[in-house]
């Protein structure tokens, strides 16, 4: 970091090396919250939240912080995660800091229920350690930090802080109580703590993960404090406002190679009528940073971001199919709680996604699932089954009670939709043949349109023709598939499920449709 913080514009001299002159916020879209972020060199790479889903916290890398690829999962087998069926829907893992130090990457995450745990890498895309835990590290949100000395300070949700040794994960010294925001605030949380130039700045997440939410910042002369508040505190929030981008926080700092600042951060965004639903979770926004009087200035959190002053790094877009032809399935594909080796296969045969019924619906903790996040409000996924020797489907889950899915097997294709306490057979039809073309088409509704009660989007889900055509089996309402209406701290997933027996995927496809255009901010 550089030795005193100066305002560096963010986006100007290289513009017309971009296609654009902006980019879209959010930069890595769906459910990817909490995001923590580091540089290394001329690269970035940022971990996020994955909850009670396996494998655990999404890795990624860019070398302009605008274009983001998975490269790995921090918690990615059996040893490194235990999520049992008891434990409930938006528990698991929360809020890592991921974070270089000493020539090796350390990440550091809450497993809700187990408790705080380490693992560390000498490349962020794997293999990482196993875990080291930190039994003497109470709170979740764990923060990790360095001093000149080398002693590494670790700061939870509280806001609390103990000098820890990251080797073996003793607790050096007493837990002491550090500046916990403004004086009233709900949830002091998600700490970050760095060294800039003369100050230790420790910045926090308040006001909770809602439309309260806000990023507020203190700095000190040590890494233990006493902090002075910064007095334009909140640095960064959306709260009372029509922005189309809310629930803004959870943020962290990077300083560019160039020296720019700039923060990532949570955000949603509602759709729809009153009180606005968002369906594909909390996601990843970047926003630029300069600094003022020793303070960080946080710019505007919009969906068009104007571009930063160095030159674009793309990344390759996900393929449209996934044929299930590799050796291995993407680390974006994920599963609900575990994916044990005996209820699926890439093998048997080779090019199909095999799945084997660990319960009869995705009602059930354990269901053998394999999705991945809906990352655009507007979206078409589809599967080819095959129901030979089995029941299974396509669902939207946003956790076991509220999804919905069209399922195939004994010859019949069935809308099912789970609402709460509510689980009702939609639509139902006899389908002949084994081999089923499953399909649901995700459509925002229009922002200009607006009424009170206004869904967010509609889904349709039915079965489609080898030509093509769509057979709406039923169209549903979006709202019940949100986080307004279900709670918890996830956003939707889209993938296949065993209901019965065995069954097997030939391929699956997700694509973006076009969506309405928001109005201004």
Not at 305 to 330: G, K, Q, Y
Not at 404 to 429: N, P, Q
Request: negative net charge.
């Amino acid at each position: 970091m550089s030795p005193t913080p100066q305002p560096a514009p963010a986006g100007a001299a290289t513009a017309s090396a971009w296609p654009e002159q902006t980019f879209a916020n959010p930069v890595i879209a769906g459910f990817h919250p909490d995001p923590s972020v580091c540089r290394v060199g001329d690269d970035y790479y940022l971990a996020c939240s994955s909850f009670e889903y396996f494998p655990g916290v999404p890795v990624f890398h860019s070398r302009d912080l605008v274009h983001w690829e998975q490269i790995g999962n921090a918690l990615d087998r059996s040893s490194h995660l235990m999520l049992t069926a008891d434990m409930p829907s938006s528990a698991g893992v929360y809020a890592p800091t991921l974070r270089h130090h000493d020539g090796r990457f350390w990440l550091i995450t809450t497993n809700v229920g187990v408790g705080n745990l380490l693992v560390t890498a000498a490349d962020p895309a794997g293999p990482w350690s196993e875990p080291t835990l930190l039994p003497g590290v109470a709170g979740i949100d764990p923060d990790l930090a360095w001093d000149e000395q080398g002693r590494c300070f670790c700061t939870t949700a509280g806001v609390a802080q103990v000098e820890l040794d990251p080797a073996t994960g003793r607790v050096i010294g007493e837990r002491r109580r550090l500046w916990s925001g403004t004086p009233g605030a709900q949830a002091p949380e998600a700490p970050h703590l760095y060294r800039i130039g003369d100050y230790w700045y420790l910045m926090i997440a308040e006001g909770g993960t809602e439309r309260g939410h806000a990023v507020s910042i203190a700095r000190g002369h040590a890494p233990d404090g006493p902090f002075e508040p910064c007095p334009a505190n909140p640095i960064l929030t959306h709260r009372g406002t029509h922005r189309p981008i809310q629930n803004t926080g959870h943020a962290d700092l990077v300083e560019a190679a160039d020296g720019s600042w700039w923060l990532v951060l949570l955000g949603v965004r509602p759709r729809g009528g009153t009180p606005g639903w968002h369906v594909l979770g909390r996601e990843t926004f970047l926003a630029p940073v300069s600094w003022v009087d020793g303070w960080p200035v946080v710019g505007e959190v919009a969906p068009a971001m104007t571009v930063p002053s160095w030159p674009p790094s793309p990344v390759p877009e996900p393929p449209v199919r996934d044929d299930f032809d590799a050796d291995r399935l993407h680390p974006r594909w994920i599963s609900v709680r575990s994916r044990p080796e005996a209820y699926w296969s890439l093998s048997d045969p080779e090019g199909r996604l095999t799945l084997r019924a660990r319960s009869d619906s995705l009602d059930h903790p354990e269901v053998m699932f394999v999705g991945r996040r809906q990352q655009h409000l507007s979206c078409r996924a589809r599967t080819l089954i095959d129901t030979t020797d089995g029941r299974g489907g396509l669902a939207v889950r946003l956790d076991e009670r509220h999804h919905y899915e069209i399922e195939a097997g004994d010859g019949r294709v069935s809308v099912l939709a789970r609402l709460g306490s509510v689980r009702t057979t939609v639509a139902s039809k006899a389908m002949p043949g084994k081999e089923i073309r499953l399909r649901v088409d995700v459509s925002a509704t229009d922002p200009g349109d607006w009424t009170p009660c206004k869904e967010p989007d509609v889904l349709r889900l039915g079965v489609e023709s080898a030509d093509g055509v769509f057979d709406v089996l039923a169209e549903l309402d979006g709202r019940y598939l949100s986080t307004e209406v279900a709670g918890g701290f996830t956003g939707r997933v889209i993938g296949m499920y065993a209901a019965a027996g065995t069954v097997r995927f030939d391929w699956f496809d997700y694509e973006p449709l076009a969506e309405p255009i928001a109005g201004p901010a």
